[in-house]
């Protein structure tokens, strides 16, 4: 029964530190069409995303400076639905490759259909294949305004560089307004990354978190994120 109750204690702890997720809202965010494709179409409110004769494409910015991309267990992207849509409402995302540095400086007040990073501006739908890679297919399944979808986006700012990590949103199945990254609705609507961080103690507990273990007392073990922080593992 001792034994029990301290592997118990020990389970309760390493869970209570098993991850970290920290929330980084874009730093830019902005729309673009091929009808205007060298006039900045800077909204306060929407990204816009449609694949026919009136074309539309979104980008999205991220500062990632302080987070070790080898640090990252998980990263998802978050958007939010600015107005209703028919239903279901799903567009592609892409992550603009860590080594394309075109125009990487690019703000919402001066971004265009012709000098967006990775955009291919002789297709509707598409950007460059060997500037961005696909990261899949963001889907709205109510269609109603303030809904949110995430995507994994780990691959993407495990291999940042740099700290800059950016995304376009394209080949959409209707007309999409996604919300902006100062959109009027609070921090609920702004693109988000919520990326999953190892804990300030002890990683990867063995047992792991609400594992049934046999009735002696298994071999614990844990992993310190810090190798030189005192003892690594018992």
């Not at 560089?161 to 199945?173: E, G, R």
């Amino acid at each position: 029964m001792k034994n029990l109750c301290l592997l118990f204690i020990l389970c309760i702890l390493a869970g209570s530190v098993w991850a970290a997720e920290t929330l980084v809202p874009a730093v830019e965010s902005c729309r673009t069409d091929i009808g205007n494709p060298d006039t900045n179409r800077t909204d306060s409110s929407k990204l816009s995303i449609r694949s026919d004769g009136s074309a539309a494409k979104s980008w999205i910015k991220f500062d990632i400076n302080g987070i070790e991309p080898n640090d990252i267990r998980a990263a998802e992207l978050r958007l939010t639905l600015h107005e209703n849509e028919n239903a279901p409402a799903e567009f592609n995302v892409s992550a603009v490759n860590d080594d394309y540095l075109t125009n990487i400086g690019w703000t919402e007040s001066d971004l265009t259909w012709n000098n967006a990073p990775a955009n291919d501006t002789a297709s509707f739908s598409d950007v460059l294949s060997s500037a961005a890679s696909l990261m899949g297919t963001i889907v709205f399944t109510t269609g109603l305004a303030g809904e949110q979808s995430t995507i994994d986006v780990t691959s993407a700012l495990q291999a940042d560089t740099d700290s800059i990590v950016q995304f376009a949103l394209h080949n959409s199945n209707q007309l999409i307004n996604a919300s902006t990254h100062d959109h009027g609705g609070g921090e609920d609507y702004w693109p988000t990354l919520i990326i999953t961080l190892p804990p300030e103690g002890a990683d990867f507990p063995n047992p792991v978190i609400d594992e049934v273990v046999p009735d002696t007392l298994p071999s614990l073990s844990w992993t310190n994120p810090d190798p030189n922080d005192g003892i690594s593992d018992i």
